[in-house]
Structures are given as C-alpha cells and as structure tokens.
C-alpha cells in the first residue's frame, strides 16, 4: 500500500480571499488616515484663527484704542495663512468699557467662522500716560 503524498498548501481560491481581506482592511486605514489628516489641517487652520483673534484684541489694550461703537473689517496673516477678521464693538452698561467680539474666518469662506473671542477695552483715565 502506498500512500501518495499530496502538497500541502492553499488553493488560489483561498489565496484569492486572503487578498480581498487584505485588501479592503488596508483601504480602510487608509481612509482613517486621510480623514486624520484633514481634521489635523482643519485644527492647525482653527489655531491660527484663534491667534489672529487674540492679536487684534492685544493689538487695541496694547494701543489704548478708544474703539468707536459699530463693526469693523480688515484681513491678517498668520503663518502664511491670510484671514479675514469682523469686530463688532458694543457699548457696556459701564461707559468706561467697550466689549469687542472679533470673528475670524478664511476669506474664501467669510461666513464660516473658524474663531471667536469676546473681550474688553478701557478707556484711560484723562492725564493717564
């Protein structure tokens, strides 16, 4: 009685589903990584905004700008990036202070917003330096 011995292995249809299998896990982490990539470019765009906010509110207290009530508009560039900044100033129940809301958004997108940030001017005491 002999036995032939029959090779071991996988037949190409087994082959053929390990590659499939394969296949669509690496297209789905691929995938993953490229939505990671676009939420890190909107973060970084995010950031930027928000530093473009805080500048123009620096820039004002820095200044001692007396701001005059209604909206203004302009653009600034931050890390190569150029955005387009809104402050509205409104008047506070203290006449002594001035609430400014700075919005910043791309200027392609003005109505999206990609920061906020509300804060307060003063005005200087008269013989103030």
Known sequence: MRRCKRARGFTLV???VALAIVS?????ALRAA??????LDELRLR?????????????????????????????QSQ?????????????????????????VSAPAEPERTLARLTGFVVRAPAGSP
């Open 47 to 75: 950031q930027f905004a928000g530093w473009v906010a805080e500048n123009r509110l620096a820039e004002h207290r820095a200044r001692r700008e007396w701001l005059a009530l209604g909206i203004g508009r302009g653009t």
């Open 14 to 16: 087994e082959v053929l």
């Open 24 to 28: 669509i896990a690496l297209l789905a």
């Open 79 to 103: 890390a190569g990036v150029e955005f387009a900044w809104r402050e509205e100033v409104i008047a506070t129940p203290n006449p002594s202070f001035r609430r400014v809301d700075v919005f």
């Open 34 to 39: 490229g939505q990671a990539t676009n939420a």
